[in-house]
């Protein structure tokens, strides 16, 4: 599938959809908790439907509807549990790792192409320091399979993916002993704050010295619950993106600004490019106009780096996006993947090794590529709408990983998109 983007002017009000991070961590607590769990308005994508089809595998019973009722299995996965298929879901493969580290009965885990291509050796690692048996592994790669069950103790895990750290975080308290974790070369520190307020409100006693150190203690239990999901920031930065891009002036409605989310750091980046935001009881309003270049430590937020690649082709001088180089890893090289596809639209780009310098340009449409990454295929079709010509995104379906509805969202609010087969 294509989406095919042209110049727009954008208007009216968006509500954003759940957030893939909170509905993936809800369906793990959900699934090894004792008792039954409700989520309130999680989000239905690709992504989500890869953790519940592994909670599933794990034994949990999942009810789907509105609201999603989760029959959790109180422990460590059912005997029967020996394959699990994550898709394209890196956040459901390191997560559900962790909690099948739990089962004294091999598990085997595997993916699609691109996930065959994330790393899991850090998080196998300190796996393994924990009890954890690798009995079957390809490069530190998929496929591979584990045996627990986990035993707790001390390990050290390196942070280039903070999905590492969540894993155990997350399958630690079930451990018969306590479990001292060491952490190095942490990124994305937010989402570790997201799973952290979850333990929290689950219950769970850990002691912490920053994000460096964490002691768990084991032999604890999860028990059922019924929370709201939250909206996604990650997902807001497009339709925020496009109206920076086209000059235009929407209402973003849905989102918590109290809650752990990092992204929702890219509002202030996009304020101190010079665009118009405030908070109102009904959402934020925000209105594109004359962008300016600036530097943004991207670290915490390396989801939000293709958009704000696009975003910084509108901005006039330069624009230098850093510290970030776990963009790399992610469905694709997103750093040398926009680098690629911005300079066929004309962008003047300069590839870091962790990051990008964009100097502002005149972007012309054309074909370019989504790589199946769902980050670079919505990024790439606001380009599209700020850019002269046609821009032509392929790939285009891997938007239903996080967002679904982008499609017809975005054109709610104007944007001229056509889904071409």
Known sequence: MKIRSTSSILSGSILIPASKSHTIRAVAFAAIAEGTSVLKNPLMSDDARSAVTGAGEMGAQVSLGKDWIIQGIGGAPVESCRHIDVGNSGTSLRILTGLCSLSKHAVQFDGDK??????????????????????????????????????GGSTRVNGISSQFLTSLLIACPMAPLNTELFVDHLNEKPYVEITLDWLRKMGIRFEQKGLEWFRIYGGQRYCAFERQIPA?????????????????????????????QGDKAVFDYFKSMGMEISHASEGIRVKGGAL?????????????????????????????LLNVPQARLK???????????????????????????IRQSQLKGTRVHGYDDHRMVMALSVAGLGAGGETIVDTAESAGITYPGFVEDMAGLGAHFDILE
């Open 114 to 151: 691109s996930i065959r291509q994330r790393p899991m050796a850090p998080l196998l690692s300190a796996l393994e320091n924990l009890g954890v048996t690798i009995i079957e592994s390809t490069g530190g790669n998929c496929p591979f399979t584990i045996r627990g069950p986990l035993q």
């Open 232 to 260: 996604d920031f990650s997902s807001a930065t497009f339709p925020l993106c496009a109206a920076a891009v086209t000059g235009s002036e929407i209402l973003i409605r849905g989102l918590d600004f109290s809650d752990q």
């Open 292 to 320: 300016h270049g600036v530097d943004i430590d991207m670290n915490a937020t390396p989801d939000a780096l293709p958009a704000m690649a696009v975003a910084a082709c509108f901005a006039q001088g330069t624009t230098r």
């Open 331 to 357: 469905e694709c090289d997103r750093i040398a993947a926009m680098a690629t596809e911005l300079t066929k639209m004309g962008a003047q780009v300069e590839e870091l090794k962790d990051g990008l310098v």
